[in-house]
């Protein structure tokens, strides 16, 4: 029986190791490595040969069943040269592809037309050249085209017509020539061919378009027919060409002055309620809290792109594709506003969501700032979430972060009872036991020097194992706090820090000793006026320990002596006097024991609670553990 079960058991682990290994699509994979044999780029791409291209390549989607690739994004990963023939053009499944913001040169290569999935393609901001493929048929499922701010020249094909499903269609930029082809494309909503070398008239069917679809070019509307319109005229001539208009000719003036003031009209009504039906639909879409990154719009800084690019700064290990331009259109909830900054939950193009921290002031040079960055970005550990990019400009400073669905330990405890599940125990101690371990590893970085500065529940976030994972870190010490002092005094701060700047290790302590009394009893240190170091103080003092509980907790059974050792440890990590407080690395050990010690003795009667360092201070700091702010 025994036998058998294991025999059993090895087949379908063999038939799973099988399916694991042919169960990823191969060609796709080859044909991305030799493309990315045969390209240059300046930004880290994690393709290895020997990791699964669906699940862990930058950049790259598969289809739901792992069959093919459908998206490949590499916007802004400085892509030097041209597009090696013969290698992208091998993922038959591809529907999105993008390449803008690099530095792509050369032609597009004529074997894309056996993309014949494709919907979406975004070459935009690069430097290819010469024509585009006169046969673009093969391209038939094409929603959208954007080829902006290129060198293509030679005359836009007529075969544009043939792609019946698209809908936006960029060509901005470029340096095409000859005339604008009739596109009786009825699907077509946007239209671009403005800055090229196009001459004629614009066809009838693309009318509809605002002129400024077509300003930059040399260009006339069909039924501005030709001659008289008098400024063309050298104005020596005009007094005596205008002596012989004819009255015919003066009444062909008025009726055509009228046409043409009528289609203007029109036109104008058109894009008046276009752009109002628009603005309907993207208010009806977007959720009232959403909002732009920028209240104005504004630009991007007008250096050279390979400087706009180098600047966004990404950490080995991220597998995300954006640059700064899509950070900066995307939809961005703001999620809490800090002592630090403003932290926006950004919804991204390909539906990857990040969290970002715009930075209000930093108060250090772009050197040191960096090399913070740099400290902070290579942390990787599994309670400490990690800094995946940061981008640093003279007024402009983002950090960009995973982003958590179940929210932070703070909206996890204080959030609207109908949003949230009450937090048990278990979970709590997983909390407390993870945010420990990762302050220990951030204390052990910079040679042991490094500081977290802000401790507080909604920095505290759940990592997939539901262990505490501290996020924030490093900004105290290079930021300008914003929030007023007052607010800064109370809850998570030691009572030694003045300014936020001068944090230590044992600052941080003191905080996560706060952070360990917020999840015992449920409060938050940040309100209401109560200070609740000071509180569960006064509590234990008057020996009513069990009131400082959480009622939620109440109702799990046999905890009450973990909870009252947790207690404890709580109190240690915010004794007054700094030096008597625990170090992190200690700390990781009394929180970790708490479950041993009573899964071990446990049900045994002499349970003898461990006691912390200064915990038989507790009845004197406790009344001296108020700082009246100042
Ligand atoms: C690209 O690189 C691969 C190695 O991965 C090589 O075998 C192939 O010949 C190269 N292809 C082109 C088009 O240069
Ligand atoms: C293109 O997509 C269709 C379904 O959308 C699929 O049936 C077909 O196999 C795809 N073509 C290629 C070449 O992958
Ligand atoms: C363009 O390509 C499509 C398919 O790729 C083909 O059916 C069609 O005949 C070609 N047209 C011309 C004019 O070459
Ligand atoms: C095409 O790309 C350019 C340059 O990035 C951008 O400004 C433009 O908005 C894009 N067009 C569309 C329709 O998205
Ligand atoms: C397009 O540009 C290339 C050089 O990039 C040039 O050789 C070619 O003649 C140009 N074609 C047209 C139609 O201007
Ligand atoms: C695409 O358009 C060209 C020019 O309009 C035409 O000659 C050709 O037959 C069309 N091809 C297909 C596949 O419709
Ligand atoms: C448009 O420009 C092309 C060259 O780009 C030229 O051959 C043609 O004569 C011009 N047409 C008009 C109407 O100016
Ligand atoms: C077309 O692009 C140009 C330059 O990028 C821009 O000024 C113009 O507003 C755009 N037109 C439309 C209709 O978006
Ligand atoms: C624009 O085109 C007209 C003829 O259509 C031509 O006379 C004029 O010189 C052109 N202007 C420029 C700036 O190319």
Redesign the pocket.
């Known amino acids: 029986m025994g036998k058998f079960g294991f025999l059993f058991r090895s087949v379908i682990f063999f038939g799973l190791c099988l399916l694991h290994v042919y169960g990823e699509p191969w060609e796709d994979k080859q044909a991305l490595l030799d493309f990315l044999q045969n390209t240059s780029h300046s930004r880290y791409l994690n393709w290895d040969q020997n990791t699964p291209l669906c699940t862990s390549w930058t950049g790259v989607t598969c289809d739901d069943r792992q069959i093919g690739v459908i998206a490949l994004r590499l916007p802004g990963v400085g892509i030097r040269g041209s597009i090696p023939p013969n290698t992208l053009s091998r993922l038959s499944f591809l529907q999105t592809l993008s390449l803008r913001n690099n530095g792509i040169s050369g032609v597009v290569p004529s074997d894309f037309s056996r993309l014949s999935n494709l919907t979406s393609l975004y070459l935009q901001s690069n430097r290819f050249s010469g024509p585009l493929p006169l046969n673009l048929s093969a391209w038939h499922n094409l929603v959208v085209l954007n080829l ?2 290129n060198n293509f020249n030679g005359s836009i094909p007529l075969s544009l017509s043939n792609l019946t499903q698209l809908t936006t269609l ?1 060509l ?2 470029n340096s095409f020539s000859g005339q604008i082809p009739d596109l009786g494309i009825p699907s077509l909503r ?6 090229n070398h196009l001459n004629g008239s614009i066809p009838n069917s693309l009318l509809r ?2 002129s ?2 077509f ?2 070019n040399n260009v006339t509307s069909k039924e501005v027919a030709i001659p008289p319109i008098p400024s063309s005229v050298p104005p020596d001539s005009s007094v005596h060409k205008a002596k012989k208009i004819s009255e015919t000719a003066l009444l062909g003036i008025i009726i055509g002055g009228a046409a043409v003031l009528f289609v203007m009209i029109a036109v104008c009504m058109i894009v008046l309620w276009s752009s109002k039906k628009s603005k309907q639909q993207d208010s009806d879409a977007e959720a009232q809290k959403t909002e732009k990154f920028y209240s104005k719009k504004k630009r991007l800084p007008t250096e050279s792109r390979e400087e706009k690019n180098a600047r966004i700064t990404f950490f080995e290990g991220s597998n995300m594709a954006f640059d700064l331009e899509d950070l900066l259109r995307a939809s961005a909830e703001v999620l809490g506003k800090g002592m630090f900054g403003t932290t926006y939950k950004a919804a991204l193009e390909d539906s990857n969501t990040v969290v970002v921290k715009r930075l209000k002031e930093v108060s250090v040079g772009k050197r040191e700032y960096e090399q913070q960055m740099e400290i902070v970005g290579n942390i990787k550990h599994e309670n400490v979430a990690a800094l995946r990019a940061y981008y640093y400009s003279k007024d402009e400073n983002l950090m960009v972060y995973d982003y958590f669905r179940q929210g932070s330990l703070s909206t996890m405890l204080h959030g609207k009872k109908e949003n949230r599940l009450p937090l048990d125990w278990e979970t709590r101690l997983k909390i407390a036991i993870g945010a420990a371990r990762g302050l220990a590893h951030i204390h052990s970085q910079n040679g042991g020097k490094l500081v977290h500065g802000n401790i507080k529940s909604s920095n505290i976030f759940l990592n997939p194992q539901n262990y505490g994972c501290v996020s924030d870190l490093g900004l105290a010490t290079i930021v300008t706090p914003t929030v007023p002092p007052i607010q800064r005094i109370i809850g998570y701060r030691a009572p030694e820090i003045t300014d936020s700047r001068k944090a230590t290790q044992l600052s941080d302590v003191y905080s996560f000793g706060v952070l360990i009394l917020e999840l015992l009893t449920g409060k938050t240190p940040l309100g209401e006026g109560t200070h609740l170091v000071k509180w569960v103080y006064s509590v234990v003092r008057e020996e009513w320990t069990a009131e400082v509980f959480d009622v939620e907790l109440l109702k799990f059974p046999n905890i009450e002596e973990e909870m009252v050792t947790m207690l404890q440890l709580g109190m240690a990590c915010t004794e007054r006097v700094p030096e008597k407080r625990p170090k992190m690395s200690d700390v990781v050990k009394m929180v970790e024991d708490i479950r041993r010690e009573s899964t071990d003795t446990h049900p045994s009667s002499e349970v003898s609670t461990p006691t912390p360092t200064g915990l038989s201070h507790t009845g004197e700091t406790g009344s001296s553990t108020y700082v009246t702010p100042q």
């Open positions: 902006s701010n960029d901005s930029s946007f239209l671009n061919f403005s800055n378009f605002p400024s679809s300003s930059g």
